[in-house]
């Protein structure tokens, strides 16, 4: 597995190792001690999501507080633009945010840290998206910030108007500011 550091420390995206002959392919798509060799700790996943959602459809940004969750997401079917965002308070690199195609061609993937916001926009017709996280799921601590947040101000590769949630298209600004 290579680890690529991002504009965010702690954020990293990761691409598998695969072997491909005329069969098809094969990578492990996840290992403990690679994992933490590659985030300089071990991790403890206690979760493990799969979501389906149809082109334009933009889920995010999610994240709970307290008990924030780390993600480890990729893509198995289709593509999406997947962002993190650092909302830490104290962050010096607060209100960054980083943007990674995942798809199921590249089968890379991206490791957001607690503590940060996710979301993702789908390019394809759909996409499958599964995510392990390090805490459960909380409805009592789930938030989102608006997805077109000025302070976070994320480029999204929209090429329609993005189909939200009820929740999300009612989320507010990081900051209280209107979206």
């Given amino acids: 597995m290579k680890a690529t550091a991002t504009a965010i420390p702690g954020v990293l995206i990761l691409d598998p190792t695969v072997y491909e ?4 392919f094969f ?20 979760q493990d999501n799969h979501s389906r959602s149809r082109r334009h459809v933009l889920r995010g940004m999610h994240h709970q507080q307290p008990r924030p969750q780390g993600k480890l997401v990729r893509v198995v079917q289709g593509a999406v633009f997947d ?4 909302i830490r308070p104290e962050s010096p690199t607060r209100g960054a945010w980083v943007g990674v195609e995942l798809t199921a ?6 490791w957001i840290p607690p ?5 993702f926009l789908v390019l394809s017709d759909f996409a499958d998206v599964l995510y392990k996280t390090t805490d459960y799921f909380l409805r ?6 608006a997805w077109n947040d000025p ?4 480029d999204w590769p929209l090429t329609a108007a993005p189909i939200l949630s009820a929740k999300d298209a009612q989320a507010e600004p990081l900051d209280g500011r209107p979206a």
Avoid: C, P
């Fill in 140 to 145: 009592e601590a789930d938030r989102s910030i």
């Fill in 151 to 154: 302070t976070l101000a994320i």
């Fill in 105 to 110: 061609e590249n089968r890379r993937q991206l």
């Fill in 115 to 119: 503590g940060l916001a996710h979301g």
């Fill in 21 to 24: 002959d005329d069969r098809g």
């Fill in 27 to 46: 990578f492990e798509s996840f290992n403990h001690a690679a994992f933490a060799a590659a985030v300089g700790a071990a991790v403890d996943f206690v």
């Fill in 83 to 86: 962002v993190a965002a650092d």
